[in-house]
């Protein structure tokens, strides 16, 4: 993640144009190739007729408001813990410290991962245990919605391995997404104005992590991408929301492992004084995976640029960079 400060006013947003990929589509020739396009020059694109209904989609974000309009003192019961499990409140993030020089993001969330019981030698892994859930009554269906939503999303595989001139298969064998760190992580926006100005942002300007992120989100704009972090000015433009699409991007961990063939983009979120919710589901490799250079990204010319790095070692360490420690929520716990 890198980011610099912005000096004077930044210029007019437009509106991004990014490929869409139709996963009806019989032709995969041509999906593959145009996911490869967009994963070779902005890591951003759609995905659209993914076999997640609408009906469904519309229930697991009526569900999410409904956490998110509980009190204060309910949410905190489900604070989230040292696994990355249950609400994270406003300014709980921070993803662009260099902008964000007094508070963090102007959103709220709530994290649920694979659940690994405690008793499970698994559990002692960062990233693995038990997910957290509302107590019984306060939310009705809500835990079910949500487990058959991180289901659904996990069936989910794009063509990414083709699109690498891997086999297709690749990423599918155990010790790469085999047992995969897949979070879901329900977003709330609170209804303020963004001022990049005065470092107040929805989201900060960050690239996400991992392998790769679905979004799902509201038909509120708020998502910018940057396609060069180097520019100066950065110049950003909107990603629309088309519905029922999932806006996917790429994370750090597969730009590093195509040696930078692929992009991780720079993105954030500003706010336009409506309230904005947002899906996001991470996935990520499984912990022990060994990210290094892949065999069709390097040639003598382009060496590989990176050491390999455990994927679970790389995950905790940005985790840690970027959300509160837990111990500034101590008062609040009984
Ligand atoms: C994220 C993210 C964008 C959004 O959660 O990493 O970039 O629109 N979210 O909520
Ligand atoms: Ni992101």
Redesign the pocket.
């Known amino acids: 993640m890198e980011s610099q400060k912005q000096s004077g006013p930044e210029p007019p947003i437009k509106v991004s144009t990014i490929n869409c990929i139709d996963l009806s589509n019989p032709d995969i020739g041509e999906s593959v190739a145009l996911l490869k396009q967009a994963c070779l020059d902005c890591g951003f694109f759609y995905v659209v007729n993914h076999g997640i209904s609408q009906e469904f989609m519309d229930e697991v974000f009526a569900q999410s408001k409904k956490f998110f309009y509980l009190p204060l003192n309910e949410k905190l019961k489900v604070l989230r813990n040292e696994k990355h499990r249950g609400y994270t409140p406003m300014f709980d993030e921070v993803?662009d410290p260099d902008n964000q020089v007094h508070v963090g993001d102007y959103k709220e969330g709530y994290y649920i991962g694979v659940d690994v019981p405690e008793n499970d030698p698994e559990s002692e892994k960062p990233f693995n245990g038990p997910n957290v859930w509302p107590a019984d009554g306060v939310l009705p269906g809500w835990r079910q919605t949500m487990e058959k939503f991180h289901h659904e999303a996990l069936q989910f595989q794009g063509s990414i391995a083709l699109a690498l001139d891997l086999e297709v298969d690749f990423f599918d064998k155990p010790e790469v997404l085999g047992k995969p760190i897949a979070t879901l992580r329900l977003l709330h926006y609170e209804d303020q104005f963004s001022d990049p100005a005065k470092g107040i942002y929805g989201?900060g300007a960050?690239?996400?992590f991992g392998f790769i992120?679905l979004?799902a989100t509201d038909d509120v704009m708020g998502l910018q991408i940057c396609k060069d972090k180097d520019a100066k000015p950065q110049i950003w433009e909107y990603v629309t929301p088309i519905k029922g699409a999932f806006i996917v991007?790429l994370g750090d961990m597969l730009e590093r492992w195509s040696n930078c063939m692929f992009k991780s983009t720079l993105?954030r979120v500003l706010g336009n004084g409506q309230d904005r919710y947002s899906i996001?589901f991470f996935v990520e490799p499984n912990h022990d995976c060994l990210v290094e250079c892949l065999p069709t990204c390097k040639t003598e010319k382009s060496p590989p640029k990176f050491p390999q790095i455990r994927c679970s070692t790389y995950l905790s360490q940005r985790y840690k960079d970027t959300h509160a420690n837990l111990s500034v929520y101590d008062k609040h716990q009984a």
Do not use: E, G, R, V
Request: aromatic share 0%; hydrophobic share 40%; glycine share 0%.
């Open positions: 993803l989201a960050h690239s996400d992120t979004l991007n993105h996001a």
